[in-house]
């Protein structure tokens, strides 16, 4: 179940909660110290380390913890992945900034307002060259998965853009697994080349990073929603009969006085099997299922992978607190 409550709550005290934020704490600091490596000797070091601040590494975590699971040895092959997963998203971020004329991005201004628009494309292009190299010089097979991704979220921002398809639940999930899943299921299917996985495995760790993304995105744009960021030509409310709440919540949008509507109304999953909550919850279990496969090896990293969607969900909708 996705839920929201305090890390004190009983459900979010497990032993394997806390480890896994013990996990993500430390892998976050490898994956920062590597990027640092990375980017040291560059010309573009100051505007890259700019572009990198703030962000939450869920990405490249999920990578570690994936190759983690699967008993994977040469962990520094495994970071320069996923600092290459880390500059390639972040890469598609100034990129979106420049697409949506969104103004900020991580509490400042976006880089298109800070170095003008030409220069932060040609930013994000080096950076994107720089991600790529990385990942091509640890085999030709890691470099095809990384390619495909990066196809999938470009065609998914270009669906976005011109579908001329009629919004529907069939469209949303089709943008959503193209723009956002591609690079969570690009993390979990390398760790597993990266760990010489069986194809079995492979596919297993692709369709689980796949799910945890969806969820992510989900919970992404159900926040957006909550803040008044989006309207309701946003696809997402045609996937089901408008309930109350979010009735509520449209009209509280509307009048500028969102304040009026509880967060712990809205957001606790018991009472309330709202339009996002029940989508969210839908993916965080089947991501949980996968990752419960026998085909996956027994470890305390596995229990963590299984805890992980719901880290991931809950990292954002902690926003509406």
Known sequence: MVRTEKAGSKNLASPAWTDLLKYVETARAEIDRKLLEKINNRSDRIVIKNVLSGGKRLRPVLLLLAYDTLGGKDRDAALDVACALELAHNASLIHDDIIDGDIERRGKPALWRQIGVVNAIIQGHRMINLAFQTVLDKGIELAKIFL?????????????????????????AKIVKEKTASLFAAATESAAV???????VRELMRKYGEMVGMAYQLADDYVEIVKGRRNLNFPIFILRQLEETIKQLYVATKTGNIRAISPKTLFNVKKVDGIFLKEIRDYVMRAKEIASNPAIPD??????LAEFPKYCVNSMLNELR
């Open 194 to 200: 990266l760990a010489h996985s069986d194809e079995k």
């Open 299 to 304: 470890s305390r990293y596995k229990v963590m």
């Open 148 to 172: 495909k991704a990066w196809n999938d979220a470009s065609a998914g921002v270009l669906e976005e853009i011109f579908s001329g398809e009629p919004f529907s639940k069939k469209l949303y």
